[in-house]
């Protein structure tokens, strides 16, 4: 059974290094960071790339749907002068470089499948194909997550084994059947909308439960007092040293 940590550096070090880049994911390491969580995503020619928003505008000197853009094309984009100068050349990483990245670093990931609308299915089945291809088998056990209810069946169906989470924001009134269902490991919740009633059910069905984003200590020691297991936070740094 995957042993999660309770900090888990959202978007790599995200507060510290443009997020989703390599440069994030070297600087949660260097946070001293275990986990790192990810968003995948697919360019218009179905490459799975590391990137969080549906458009290019607000972290790259790109504009438009990343689904409408090839993959050639996000290879001449900057990814992280938008965040600060000395990050200029950062670029959009493959799913592909980022495991390569996360095993050399010795860091366990959670993998945030995050399909465009229709492509629910497809991001989910490429996204595992890469994992099911580079993570070494004997590193640490990843954890699959999304929002979308299909891409966590389809984890389930290919990839059986590994731990899977639902995410929320607002935790959905069929929650329960949706554990069972997907045969789930835990859930994410945007901590903002949780309370201590929600956490207490969701631990005594017995999944494990994360919570986004945390970045401030009193907010993620409430959680944890809760029996939150895991935080996302773009602060891995600051939270490890109040919670090891
Ligand atoms: O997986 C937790 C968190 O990343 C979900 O929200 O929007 O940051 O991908 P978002
Ligand atoms: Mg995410």
Known sequence: ???????????????????NTIAAFRAAAAAGAKFVEFDSSLTSDARPVVFHDDVLDRTTDGTGLLAETPFETLTHLDAGSWFNATFAGEMVPTLDEVLETLADLGL???????????????????????????????????????????????AKDVAPDQARSFLFDRRPEDWREIG??????????????????????IKQAGYRLTAYTVNTLERASLLFGWGVDAIFTDHPALMIKSFP
Not at 115 to 132: C, F, H, K, N
Not at 133 to 152: E, H, Q
């Open 1 to 19: 059974m995957l042993e999660l940590p309770r900090i888990i550096a959202h978007r790599g070090a995200s507060g510290s290094a443009p997020e």
């Open 108 to 154: 366990g990931f959670n993998m945030e499948i995050k399909p465009d609308r229709g492509r629910e299915e497809e991001t989910a089945r490429i996204s595992l194909a890469a994992v099911a291809d580079i993570w070494p088998k004997d590193a640490v056990a990843p954890l699959i997550s999304s929002f979308s209810r299909t891409s966590v069946a389809v």
């Open 180 to 201: 069972e269902s997907l045969g789930l490991f835990g859930f994410g919740a945007n901590h903002t909308h949780l309370d201590e009633r929600q956490v207490a059910e």
